[in-house]
């Protein structure tokens, strides 16, 4: 169940933004008028379509690049428009038992045919908007520009239907204009490029050819000429919703409810600012009903990065997301700065709540890109104040703060230039309220291609500033970062190099494990596109890194691997990757600054992925890692099953096993002694995955998930100044073993009921245990946390699309 865009554009690196100059000359075709709009019913009978120009001849991308498509099996799409919206249709020749049309849900493929349209309308060759739709009628929607590349998180309000007959299957398109941005000229040309995909010949053509071998995407697109005195409407579109929870959670604590229910609502705002901006604002969000994090027993000295599961940081934020300055888990979900509250807490008291998300009041988003390249992103958000309850021997309680208010904000400019280079800036800031300190990064950033757009050289510097508190001083940090290459043929390469002092520190917006390093990076690649006689890809790599500390540049690491990658003419694919890291030091697994001479080690990957097209199939992979200490060894094995039972029904499931033998690391610090042990470790996660759709815009999707992780310690050791290791005679250190289970179920039903409206019912069950001794069997530890506290969830959300402009057209009727 991947998401839309990764299962859509699957042409490799090719599939990228950044730009190159077309090799060929780009294909044209004209709009023509119309005065009556056509019926989207997927029906191409309206007298609309007839005499409308044709765009067919489709090219090949992948498997087989440059290859025309068979007659047979040929694609013709036509465009027409108004003053409302622009329309497409498409016929896709084909054997009516060769289309593939698996429902799934809104932005999802499946196992499916789809036809596709991408414009670019200001004809920058860096920016687009992509509207498909799969040959069981589901559609998706995407954003594309050179900064953040594939925003499948982008969603739009249009209309599409589709059909399918005895020579294929067909499609229409109505896009109003409210969905794209556009300028205001008299006449105007787009940049226009239409992708169709065949599931089952696993094919994948293009109107205006997309070469593998050149970098980029939208800068291949031919044009959509002949738009005359089309005008950008009011853009002003209201999501009011309502949402109801009932919470179980069996506390059993005296005077605390073991079930709770709460009753919310909001509204998401979208406004349109002029024909290149638009507002974004969120009153209230409810974030309740995303999907689960899949949490870890983590024992690197480095926080768990999560994916970002609430659309409206993940929708529309590419300008936000330059310089990896902006990690939007910190806003509400993953606060980076916690109160010390130990200090505040009186004797005889104890902490019974101390909740780790603080509660979005708002968050507002501006951005666009101008006629002439200046694109400009403000990004806006306040978390509530968070408090932890203590409680005395009487059973007395008080809260104590333990986050402040919060102001998260993000400006951004960033100026396209010829050559589709660009130069940015981008300023982070957080302002809490209190003594808390403040936060402030800004960074400039630049990405310049040669006239051939072949080679290029891209950097960035940037500063961050930590306000001092308490008498503390404020502290200001620097980094910087250059890269060049050869981005585009069969041989491409790349030299990067990035540096950070021992101040800069980004992590109060971004994500940002260390700083106090310099490490340079090569990589070359040799690709071959063109298939050959049992092959229908070719590619590889080789790529070699060196770090250093900055201040003292003491060395840290160095590694080399190679990696070759083979698509088989029956669409099975084989990777290989081997890695050699030398012996090391390491100064942050300690957790103190000292040093640990870590030991070099060597690994081996066999990755295995199947013909998707088949409604079964199944691959893995095989990681094996030999460590030069103790004879430390891991091994990794991970299957993933995918079964199509019909249309509607589809299952999967992954296996993932992990045995580790003889690791050494860090695992606790006392009395001044930092200590490492020697231990066995076993992670096992098992997730099933099923969706039924009812129809393109119902369906059900449940997820289980159940990840176990231990660490049993065999011998301990002591962490001397020149960071080797002393074998420790004492006492054992107790409480030291780790045994860690976390079961998440997620069970969601989404009914889109309107164009940009939906009902959704959710259910959530978690349990977790976190031990500190070892429980032996993957059954005991299943059983152990299933028969533990579960907290279980169920919540009902009604969202509805309210355009203004066709309030006011019902108003005048």
């Not at 291949?220 to 179980?248: C, D, M």
């Not at 060395?555 to 669409?571: C, L």
Request: charged share 20%; hydrophobic share 35%; aromatic share 14%.
């Amino acid at each position: 169940m991947k998401s839309a865009l990764l299962s859509l554009l699957l042409l490799g690196s090719c599939i990228t933004v950044s730009a190159q100059t077309v090799p060929v000359p780009a294909k044209k075709i004209s709009a023509r008028r119309i005065t009556i709009a056509p019926k989207i019913d997927g029906v191409l009978d309206d007298a609309v379509w007839e005499g409308a120009p044709v765009a067919t001849n489709f090219i090949q991308s992948n498997p087989n690049p440059g290859q025309v498509e068979r007659p047979n099996k040929r694609t013709e799409v036509r465009f027409v428009y108004d003053d409302n919206a622009i329309y497409v249709a498409a016929r896709m020749f084909n054997p009516k038992d060769s289309i593939s049309h698996e429902l799934v849900s809104r932005d999802q493929i499946g196992s499916a045919d789809f036809i596709g349209v991408v414009f670019d309308t200001f004809l920058d060759r860096i920016n687009g908007y992509g509207f498909y739709v799969t040959a069981a009628g589901v559609q998706f929607d995407a954003k594309y520009s050179q900064v953040g590349g594939e925003d499948s998180n982008w969603n739009a309000v249009w209309l599409s239907n589709v059909k399918i007959d005895e020579t294929g299957w067909t499609a229409e398109f109505k896009i109003p204009y409210s969905a794209l941005r556009f300028s205001s000229r008299d006449i105007q040309n787009w940049g226009v490029n239409l992708v169709r995909k065949n599931f089952m010949e696993n094919t994948q053509t293009f109107w205006n050819f997309v070469d593998p071998k050149v970098s980029g995407f939208i800068n291949q697109a031919g044009t959509l000429e002949g738009l005359e005195k089309i005008e950008a409407p009011l853009r002003l579109s209201f999501s009011p919703y309502v949402s109801a929870y009932v919470n179980h959670y069996p506390n059993n604590i005296p005077g605390v409810k073991n079930t709770t229910a709460s009753f919310n609502g909001g509204m998401d705002v979208k406004y349109g600012i002029n024909n290149s901006f638009t507002l974004d604002m969120t009153l209230i969000p409810d974030f309740g009903q995303v999907q689960s994090d899949n949490r870890i027993l983590n024992l690197t000295p480095f926080e768990v990065k999560f994916n970002e599961n609430r659309q409206f940081f993940t929708e529309g934020t590419e300008l936000f997301n330059k310089g990896d300055l902006f990690y939007s888990r910190r806003i509400g979900a993953s606060p980076s700065y916690f109160e010390d509250i130990s200090g505040q807490i009186r004797p005889g008291e104890t902490v019974i709540k101390s909740p780790q998300e603080s509660k979005v009041l708002n968050a507002t988003k501006v951005s666009g890109r101008t006629a002439k390249g200046l694109g400009v992103g403000i990004f806006n958000a306040v978390t509530n104040t968070m408090h932890a309850t203590v409680e005395d021997a009487q059973g007395n309680r008080r809260e104590i703060e333990s986050q402040p208010l919060t102001n998260y904000n993000v400006f951004v400019l960033d100026q396209s230039l010829k050559n589709n280079s660009s130069v940015s800036l981008i300023n982070t800031n957080v302002l809490r309220q209190g003594n808390a300190y403040d936060a402030n990064v800004t960074a400039a950033l630049f990405s310049l291609n040669d006239k051939k757009n072949e080679y290029y050289v891209s950097g960035a510097g940037k500063m961050s500033y930590l306000t001092g508190t308490g008498g503390n001083p404020g502290s200001t940090g620097y980094s910087y970062e250059l890269e060049t290459g050869k981005q585009s043929g069969t041989f491409t390469w790349s030299y990067s190099q990035k540096l950070a002092d021992k101040k800069f520190d980004p992590s109060d917006m971004g994500f940002y494990t260390n700083n106090n390093f310099l490490d340079q990076v090569g990589t070359v690649h040799y690709n071959i596109y063109k298939p050959g006689k049992w092959y229908n890809k070719f590619l590889s790599y080789a790529q070699v890194g060196y770090s250093r500390m900055y201040n003292p540049g003491a060395f840290q690491k160095f590694y080399a691997e190679v990696g070759p990658y083979v698509q088989f003419k029956n669409f099975w694919s084989l990777e290989f990757n081997l890695n050699y890291t030398g012996k090391g030091n390491d100064f942050y697994e300690a957790r103190n600054g000292m040093k640990y001479q870590s030991p070099g080690e060597y690994t081996f990957r066999v990755f295995v992925n199947p013909n998707r097209a088949k409604a079964y199939n199944f691959g893995g992979d095989f990681i094996l890692t030999k460590r030069q200490l103790f004879d430390g060894n891991s091994m990794n094995f991970y299957l993933f099953q995918n079964l199509r039972l019909s249309d509607r029904l589809n299952l999967g499931l992954d296996l993932d096993y992990t045995p580790t033998k003889n690791y050494v690391n860090w695992v606790a610090s006392q009395a001044g002694q930092t200590f490492f042990s020697r231990y066995d470790r076993n992670t096992v996660e098992n997730s099933f995955d099923a969706k039924y759709s009812f129809t393109n815009r119902m369906g059900i999707n449940v997820r289980v998930r159940h990840y176990w992780s231990d660490r049993r310690n065999k011998d301990f050791y002591m962490l001397n100044g020149d960071g080797t290791l002393s074998k420790y005679g004492g006492a054992a250190l107790t409480g030291t073993d780790r045994n860690y289970n976390v079961f998440n179920i997620d069970l969601s039903y989404i009914w889109t009921f309107a164009p940009g409206s939906e009902l959704s019912v959710n259910y959530k069950d978690i349990s977790e245990r976190n031990d500190t001794y070892y429980t032996k069997k993957y059954t005991n530890n299943l059983g152990d946390v299933l028969s533990g506290p579960q907290n279980n969830s169920v919540s009902v959300k009604v969202l509805y699309y309210i355009d203004y402009l066709d309030l006011r057209k019902k108003k005048k009727r």
